[in-house]
């Protein structure tokens, strides 16, 4: 398998796009009790659930899509923030992807305390509260790691994952399950499909210079 | 200032009624959903950890630097559960002192306890005033007296000022000089807070050891005599040093067994290096007795340090030396002191690393 030699700056990049999709049924959504924080039951009226497998027209929402042959270059830290919200005592997204060194906001968007606590165990974990709404907690993490939660003990309910990658080429599907993968230096890839209750799947693309490179994968669900 | 005085000094939890006014709004909008309402755990709360309860006044014990350090900095800092967050970033300073104070008021008889702040580290010869929830490990060895001699202790709180004491000295195997291994004399003790002043960061207490004869008088393991020892005890803060004492007379019960004698210890530790909590304390100590019917005085000079060795600062070692002084004339051996502690009123001795 050929990586690129010559750095990304120094060639015109593809693409990669495709669909990430599932087979099989769908687990029954869990339903929450919010029962230990009146705010959060006054936030979701009509009570609360997550599912365990999102997204619409048999795509697979927030699967991650990563290249994982090497890429030849200098890859700065992407400066524009992530954000992972709380609102309505829940996470938004649940699939988080960031670089080495991008910064991750955090924010409070509820009237009741959380507190934000990754449980990574390459890089350090910490456990910031956050008891205003609007407060905003900036990180990075500066070691490549792969789908560890991050969770609120106040309420144990909300779940999210983060994955962190030395290198800028990875994205995260969409609701319907397709992806796009931009600025990919022209190469013969092979790519992982992470998603963080099922088995990493993986596939192969081929980018050339200005065009698209697809893959289609499925997940089968049992 | 008097004693009296000292003691009727109440209020160092419940007089800021402005801060503890801020520190109430703080605890509800941060702490009140896992911490209770009441101080004691909110048990709606679902969680598996069981936050310690505020209305323990066991916990005035705790200064309130440790306090404001795991609310700033969160839980692991200080060995203490991973689910506690770190607030630092979430309020000013004024407000993180406000919830500590809120947090003291828990106890609702917190005024009459002295605080944290004035439990003062222990040091290797000089005693405390605040009464304490400990377990000691001492020993003394003198090498060129092959003599090893080891000490452990037991002392418990009782209501808000009262501490008893047990003491429990071995010498575990002959001396050079022929005196024989076995159990000293084993000493009961009580001492009483007189009065305290937190903001002057002073305290005094006052106790009595009483030394009972069960070591063997022929192997100089004991006096032979019960003896009775009232004495004075203080601690005095100056910025991060602080000033420890203790005078005690001894008066045997019989005097043809063993005499009167004076006793003191003068203290200085120097403000710690590195962590307030976890760092080294220096120290030097000088202690001494009196014996007036012979007139002889001895003294030693002890320099020590002393460390936390968990995060949470409740195992505590240390290690000194002795230096004699007096009498002068006589050999001077040196001696190498040392204790363990674990402050069992802060938790069970494996938490807390």
């Known amino acids: 398998m050929g990586a690129p030699l010559l750095p990304v700056q120094a060639q015109a990049a593809g693409r990669i796009t495709g669909k990430i999709s599932f087979k099989g049924v769908a687990p029954e959504p869990i339903k929450i009790r919010m029962s230990a924080d009146p705010r959060c039951m006054k936030a979701n009226p009509g009570g609360a659930e997550r599912k365990q497998i999102d997204g619409t027209n048999g795509g697979l929402a927030g699967v991650i899509v990563s290249i994982t042959t090497p890429v030849k270059g200098n890859f700065p830290a992407k400066t524009a923030p992530v954000l992972l919200d709380q609102v309505g005592c829940m996470y938004t997204p649940t699939t988080i992807a960031l670089q080495v060194g991008q910064p991750l906001t955090m924010r409070n968007s509820d009237e009741t305390l959380h507190n934000i606590h990754p449980r990574p165990t390459v890089n350090a974990g910490f456990n910031v509260g956050q008891p205003r709404k609007g407060m905003e907690t900036v990180k990075t993490f500066d070691k490549p790691e792969t789908f560890f939660p991050v969770g609120c003990d106040v309420h144990p309910w909300m779940r999210a994952y983060i994955a962190v990658f030395a290198h800028p080429f990875f994205t995260i599907t969409k609701d319907d399950g397709t992806f796009d993968l931009p600025d990919v230096p022209p190469g013969e890839y092979e790519i992982e499909a992470q998603h963080p209750t099922l088995k990493i799947m993986t596939g192969k693309v081929v980018v050339k210079a200005g065009a698209a490179g697809t893959v289609d994968l499925t997940f089968n669900l049992k | ?353």
């Open chain 2, 1 to 353: 200032m008097s004693f009296l005085a000292l003691a009727l000094l109440t209020g160092w939890a419940t007089s800021n009624t402005a801060q503890l006014a801020k520190g109430k709004e703080v605890y509800e909008m941060a702490c009140i959903a896992c911490h209770g309402a009441d101080g004691a755990g909110n048990p709606a709360w679902e969680s598996e950890v069981r936050p310690v309860s505020f209305a323990d006044c066991g916990t005035t014990a705790e200064p309130s630097a440790l306090w404001k350090s795991v609310v700033v900095n969160g839980g692991p800092k200080h060995g203490l559960s991973e689910v506690m967050p770190a607030f630092g970033e979430a309020f000013p300073p004024d407000e993180l002192t406000a919830v500590v104070a809120y947090l003291r008021t828990f106890c609702t008889t917190a005024d009459r306890y002295p605080p944290g702040d004035l439990n003062f580290r222990r040091l290797i010869a000089t005693g405390k005033a605040f009464p304490e929830a400990e377990v000691v490990l001492k020993t003394k060895i003198i090498p060129a007296e092959g003599e090893t001699e080891l000490e452990f202790v037991y002392e418990n709180r009782l209501g808000p000022r009262f501490q008893y004491e047990l003491e429990f000295p071995l010498r575990p195997r002959a001396t050079d000089e022929g005196y024989g291994a076995g159990v000293g004399d084993i000493v009961v003790s009580g001492k009483y807070v007189l009065g305290f002043n937190p903001s002057r960061l002073q305290i005094f207490s006052a106790g009595l050891e009483v030394a009972l004869p069960t070591g063997n008088e022929g192997k100089a393991l004991g006096s032979g005599t019960t003896v009775f020892s009232p004495y004075f005890a203080f601690g005095k803060g100056i910025r991060s040093s602080i000033i420890q004492g203790k005078v005690a007379v001894e008066f045997p019960a019989d005097t043809n067994r063993a005499s009167k004698n004076y006793r003191y210890a003068i203290a200085y530790s120097f403000p710690p290096i590195g962590s307030s909590r976890t760092g080294y304390v220096p120290a030097v100590e000088l202690i001494g007795a009196y014996n007036p019917k012979n007139k002889s005085h001895s003294q030693t000079a002890v320099i020590g340090v002393s460390k936390a060795l968990n995060k949470l600062g409740h195992v505590i070692g240390s290690i000194g030396m002795g230096i004699p002084l007096r009498p002068s004339g006589a050999p001077k051996p040196k001696e190498f002191r040392a204790y363990l502690l674990w402050d069992f009123g802060d938790g069970p001795i494996w938490t807390g690393w």
